[in-house]
T-cell receptor
Framework: EPEVTQTPSHQVTQMGQEVILRCVPISNHLYFYWYRQILGQKVEFLVSFYNNEISEKSEIFDDQFSVERPDGSNFTLKIRSTKLEDSAMYFC???????????FGDGTRLSIL | GDSVTQMEGPVTLSEEAFLTINCTYTATGYPSLFWYVQYPGEGLQLLLKATKADDKGSNKGFEATYRKETTSFHLEKGSVQVSDSAVYFCALLKTSYDKVIFGPGTSLSVIP
């Protein structure tokens, strides 16, 4: 069964550094998402992306965050200047749109030191 | 705004016990409802779904019925196994916006 893949599985970065999290969504999916889960807390929506542009973003997704689909397969989340509170598990998801289930990757654990 | 509430646990059961994890939602319109499961150290896996009232989603012995009159989507399993130990998330999705809204998750531990 096709799946969403994310790399790396764990990223350790110094505060203030830029980090790029990578995702390969399911190949025929059209909508792409990023969520995060701070340890022990709820899974929170960050951003959705369709037709090469952001379709919705949460208040968490401020100017330090950006997303890109640089080619036909990858979908990336960039945090420009990381803060301690960015430490979390970041999940990528994709779906065909509408009320179709979103399929999630295994996540990237981001640790900011 | 739209939201999902579920019992937070942790829930500890003996193997072969009956499981119920309650989930209720608040949403306008007709959302689709989902249960996702997160095994230790892993990502979110779709467990089951229901897209309209009275639909029953089922998978791996788990079931949940979309009850619009009580705005509920309770997860049940007749006989749990140690391998069912995980965190279970109830969630909703509306076509009017893209994001999945998750409940807080319920941690389940099944002991032999």
């Amino acid at each position: 069964e096709p799946e969403v893949t994310q790399t790396p599985s764990h990223q350790v970065t110094q505060m203030g550094q830029e980090v790029i999290l990578r995702c390969v969504p399911i190949s025929n999916h059209l909508y792409f998402y990023w969520y995060r889960q701070i340890l022990g807390q709820k899974v929170e929506f960050l951003v959705s992306f369709y037709n090469n542009e952001i379709s919705e973003k949460s208040e968490i997704f401020d100017d330090q965050f950006s997303v890109e689909r640089p080619d036909g397969s990858n979908f990336t989340l960039k945090i420009r200047s990381t803060k301690l509170e960015d430490s979390a598990m970041y999940f990528c998801a994709s779906n065909l749109g509408g009320n179709q289930p979103q399929h999630f990757g295994d996540g990237t654990r981001l640790s900011i030191l | 705004g739209d939201s999902v509430t579920q019992m937070e646990g942790p829930v500890t059961l003996s193997e072969e016990a009956f499981l119920t994890i309650n989930c209720t939602y608040t949403a306008t319109g007709y959302p689709s409802l989902f249960w996702y499961v997160q095994y230790p150290g892993e990502g979110l896996q779709l467990l089951l779904k229901a897209t309209k009232a009275d639909d029953k989603g089922s998978n791996k012995g788990f079931e949940a019925t979309y009850r619009k009159e009580t705005t509920s989507f309770h997860l049940e399993k007749g006989s749990v196994q140690v391998s069912d130990s995980a965190v279970y998330f109830c969630a909703l999705l509306k076509t009017s916006y893209d994001k999945v809204i998750f409940g807080p998750g319920t941690s389940l531990s099944v002991i032999p």
